[in-house]
């Protein structure tokens, strides 16, 4: 069974906290995705891969989800 909690997050709740999608004017927060390996702007829909606990906010790394 999974956890859900915030317990076994792969990046810090602070870090979270201030990260912000580096392709939109406006810098929206983004959100971790239900598989906890992607950070994903709501505006864009850019997918930002999480690697070995690292977020990389790279426009070139990013994955264009669709709606």
Avoid: H, N, W
């Amino acid at each position: 069974m999974v956890d859900s909690g915030t317990s076994e997050l792969p990046i810090s709740e602070e870090l979270l906290k201030i990260l912000a999608c580096p392709a939109c004017d406006e810098r929206p927060a983004v959100e971790l995705t239900d598989d906890r390996e992607y950070l994903k702007c709501a505006k864009c829909q850019r997918k930002y891969p999480i690697k070995d606990g690292i977020p990389v906010m790279l426009t070139d790394e990013a994955i264009i989800d669709g709606p």
